[in-house]
């Protein structure tokens, strides 16, 4: 639960350019298609969503090892996303039990940023997913951090002066030089994992129509990319939201969402 283990230096070029015009990206998997995904995680011990937090560190480790613009070196440091989780079981319960208001925090993965060398390889990096995600939700700290988190996202929006933390400099005993600062803890992007959305909207409820998709909203400041996981009619869905005004124009987003797509083609249906 300590942010020091929190490492991640892959970040997507931004540049406000203009003010903010958030746009979509959608894919969509059949019902064979997502059948055949849900039972590959099945047989792999994790869920679509570990799976897909994993390809999204796949998906961007491909745009690197193919891009001019970043060096090998890239590889050393980690890959990182941030996802959240609902902590409303985790809290005493409302005497207005609305859910009008958000009961949510936020945690982050970290992956390796090189490419997997095979499908264990990639659903190794899925179970640790699993993994990062079972130390968070049943950590005695999830709701100390919750508030904590809460309390610090409301300064900010509040642009309250933030705390200097003086961070002694440390040696090493052995050779006398400093040892290095703080490790890099920038997020690629967010990951919204919705669930299944049918046992949301359910279509007895709706005699009349015949309900064929439903498109998630995002909510996000400029500059801001979130990727939305769900399954509904038995089909899986992809959506990447971003601002298409907040990046460079060197076509990282849409290589992002190729891979993407690749990705569960390659490791999660063939």
């Not at 903010?20 to 059948?35: A, D, G, S, Y």
């Not at 792999?44 to 937090?53: C, F, Q, S, Y």
């Not at 509040?158 to 400093?178: A, S």
Request: hydrophobic share 40%.
């Amino acid at each position: 639960m300590t942010k020091e283990r929190e490492i991640g230096n892959h970040r997507l070029t931004r540049l406000q350019c203009a003010p903010q015009k958030t746009v979509f990206l959608e894919r969509v998997f059949n019902e064979t298609h997502t059948k055949a995904i849900l039972k590959r995680c099945k047989e792999n011990g994790v869920t679509i969503n570990h799976a897909i937090e994993a390809l999204s560190g796949v998906a961007w480790a491909r745009v690197v090892n193919a891009s001019n613009k970043h060096s090998k070196d890239a590889f050393k440091d980690p890959v990182m996303i941030y996802t959240a989780i609902n902590v409303r079981p985790h809290l005493a319960p409302s005497p207005d039990p609305t859910y009008w208001f958000l009961a949510l925090t936020y945690f982050n993965l970290v992956f390796p940023s090189f490419p997997p060398s095979s499908h264990r390889a990639f659903w190794l990096r899925a179970k640790s997913a699993k993994t990062q995600t079972h130390a968070v939700v049943h950590s005695p700290l999830l709701v100390h951090r919750t508030l904590e988190m809460a309390s610090e996202r409301a300064a900010r929006a509040r642009k309250e002066p933030q705390p200097v933390v003086d961070v002694p400099k440390l040696l090493n005993t052995t050779t006398g030089n400093l040892l290095p600062g703080p490790a890099p803890s920038a997020a690629l992007l967010g990951l919204s994992l919705i669930g299944n959305l049918d046992t949301t909207y359910d279509r007895r409820a709706y005699p009349a129509f015949s309900l064929k998709d439903v498109t998630t909203a995002s909510r996000q400041k400029a500059g801001g990319i979130l990727l939305l996981v769900h399954t509904f009619g038995g089909r899986l869905w992809l959506q990447l939201f971003y601002d298409t005004e907040g990046f460079g124009s060197d076509g990282e987003i849409e290589q992002f969402w190729h891979e993407l797509g690749n990705g569960v083609e390659e490791f999660l249906i063939a």
